[in-house]
């Protein structure tokens, strides 16, 4: 595996010092070379870079979807750990080119790195009895220092200050931390890191959608290697005989291995799903025109009242996201479990049960533990609300039970419209009697889409109030509430004052009388001002922030 660049890289034009003289300083915009004044690695770097070819390259501090519409993308921007990205053009087409600017990109560390990996065998036993990564790094880097110097000492091997600080980087990023993903795993804006075999690594990048990595397997083998360092290193080992891995990162990423050509015909590969530190909020996803204001205060009102509510969609739809947005809704005294296979749901509450799926006995873990057992587990700890992270079996049997006893239940399924929904939930293997559907009070259907200037991106496509079951006619009836509108990017309130969950359903738990239920669209329309302002007015985006705003207006009666 290796960095394969776009464009030749001579290290021996690499002679500046980056003093008074530096070419840099009169060829770099005041931004970019203010940042590389920071960072000798990216200094090294533009000195490499032919900006003859592809232009000067421009720096953003901090990337936003603002950057995704530019026509041509050749800009830089900071991550972690002092690291930089470069979105290098790619202007045969195709995908832009993802390159990671490390401290060893522009060293060559070739002729020192052996000397130093035979000199840290000394060292195995006091590194291996570090218990954290904390005290693994610590005694890698008095190994190192015991064994290199920038000035001459016996016994030690002589490197350059920027040799020193280009081992210290890689080292500890191949013994302690993800090795050639490290940089990617450091950066937000990633979404998904994929192999599909012996090739490029490719990113789904959350501004710049789908670019190509500049790190590259050359063989097959180099591919099952890696695949079989990152089984040990998770602690999951694949195997011939146990050849596919599901498991979670220290971060909370998911990742699933597949290892040799028996169940893959181009050979090993691998995925990562990358998890965010902070949830996307609702305010962000009206940033995005996932959903409008309306839509949230509609969605606050069913969350608060206890409702039960799926959000649906296709994979890679934004299911899960705009299910941890909408959270912050739930009431904050009410106590709320969840169970998945992964976990990805986050919550802001304190009073939360977080429960995972245990695999079985050969992968080494114990009994097996599914969604079914800790589904009936949750029945007895009294929870106000249960989330589920995807309903695909006899959970959802569980589920219905659940919103039958009272339980609010909430869950992400795989499905493009209510109709389809409704025939995996009563089909096999799920198989929900019919009657138990209008148990379902919700359902939010969400796609990726395009549009026009915008490329593809998530929308609420339609939220839809399940009405109920009629046995003779064995058919279901739904009122679509939202529909998103290609034509605009805008969404239409068809339930606007004939809305059967706010008339029916929301205006009773609200103490509205029958005879004045229309009311409860004047405060609804309230409520989504009250989001706007917030957002607008007070700049409201944090997840936790936008919980804890509104919980203290809920304990103020402001809502």
Known sequence: MASTLPFEMDLRKLGCKHGAGCILKSTLPKALREACETSDSLSDYMHLVPMDKIGVPEYYPKISRDQSYLDRRNLVYPTENGLFVHIYPNDKGGRDIYIPVEPHLTIDLSNILPQIEAILLDWVEEIGAAETDEEKTKALLKAINASVSIKPEPKKIRV????????????IRD??????????????????????????IFI?????????????FKTEDEVDQFVIWMGEWIKRPVTVRNPIVDAVLPDGSRINIVYGTDVSKRGSNFTIRKFADVPTSVMQLVDFGTMDYMMAAYLSFVLEEGLNMFVAGATASGKTTTMNAITTFILPEKKIVSIEDTPELQVPHQNWIRETTRGSA???????????????????????????????????????????????????????????L???????????????IDNLDLVLIQAAVKVAGKGTVRRVTSINEIVGYDPTSESFSFIE?????????????????????????????????????KVVYTELKRRAKILQRLHVDRKLKDFYEVFNVLAEAQRQKLL
Not at 422 to 428: F, S
Not at 500 to 506: D, G, H, L, Q, V
Request: hydrophobic letters at 40%; glycine letters at 8%; one cysteine or more.
């Open 160 to 171: 350059t200050p920027r040799e020193l600080e280009s081992l210290k980087y890689l080292l």
């Open 422 to 436: 409704i025939q995996r939930l009563t089909g096999d293997p799920i198989n929900i009697p019919k009657a138990y």
């Open 175 to 200: 013994k302690i931390g993800f090795g050639l993903l490290a940089p990617f795993l450091l950066d937000k804006h990633i979404e998904d890191i994929s192999c599909s075999g012996m090739g490029h």
């Open 362 to 420: 050969k992968d080494n873990t114990g009994a097996e533990v599914g969604m079914f057992d800790l589904l009936k587990a949750a029945l007895r700890q009294r929870p106000d609300r249960i989330i589920v992270g995807e309903i695909r079996g006899e959970e959802g049997a569980i589920a219905f039970q659940a919103m039958q006893t009272g339980h609010g239940v909430m869950s992400t399924f795989h499905a493009a419209s209510v109709e389809k």
């Open 481 to 517: 509430s939202f529909r998103w509108n290609p034509a605009t990017d805008t969404f239409d309130f068809l339930g606007f004052m004939n809305s059967y969950i706010m008339e029916e359903k929301i205006a009773p738990k609200r103490g509205i009388p029958p005879f004045k239920r």
């Open 204 to 216: 789904e990048h959350k501004v710049f959608k789908s670019v190509e990595a500049s790190i590259e």
